[in-house]
């Protein structure tokens, strides 16, 4: 049998705002799938996630491409909790971009795993931007809320959307 997914929650955003959030999640599923179509009201790219609001505990490595070049890091204490990239409002106008966390495991007692992806486009030179994060977040607590936000203050701008979902593995 194949896994169930199940829609917790849903949000699309009527105009822009600092916070995409998810509170109350119940701990009944074994995993945890999130994905988002967003874009930033201004410039700022680089998606925050914050589990049970907590701000510290995490650490990121990412491998990513803009169509003309490579690259791969991992995060600086001051993007510690960084997920994802979304699409920038530089780029063509109206064009959303995606990202989407993948949590196994999310109530157990062990630190959390999260992996995540995305891909935002523009019509330029090096149009597509794509990568993957392998991410950590050491704390034992089950995740309970999540919050999104972008770095800088940046809004995520109207019609930005997210979906979470419980995953029962069969």
Do not use: H
Not at 11 to 21: E, H, K, M, P, V
Not at 50 to 58: C, D, E
Not at 74 to 85: E, I, P
């Amino acid at each position: 049998m194949p896994n169930t997914f199940s829609l917790i929650a849903s949000s699309t955003l009527g105009s822009a705002q600092a916070n995409i959030s998810f509170s109350s999640i119940p701990s009944i599923y074994t995993d945890l799938c999130l994905k988002v179509s967003s874009r930033g009201a201004s410039t700022g790219t680089l998606v925050l996630v914050q589990f049970n609001s907590s701000s510290s505990g995490y650490q990121a490595r990412w491998l990513d491409g803009d169509g003309s070049a490579a690259s791969s890091g991992n995060n600086s204490s001051t993007l510690q909790n960084l997920m994802a990239w979304t699409q920038s409002s530089s780029t063509t106008a109206n064009t959303f971009g995606n990202f989407e966390l993948y949590i196994p495991n999310y109530a157990g007692s062990n630190n959390k795993a999260v992996s995540s992806d995305y891909a935002n486009e523009n019509n330029a030179t090096g149009g597509i931007a794509y990568g993957l994060l392998a991410n950590l977040w050491s704390n034992s607590d089950a995740i309970n809320s999540i919050s999104l936000s972008i770095s800088g203050g940046t809004n995520f701008a109207a019609n930005s959307s997210a979906y979470l979902y419980g995953i029962v593995k069969s």
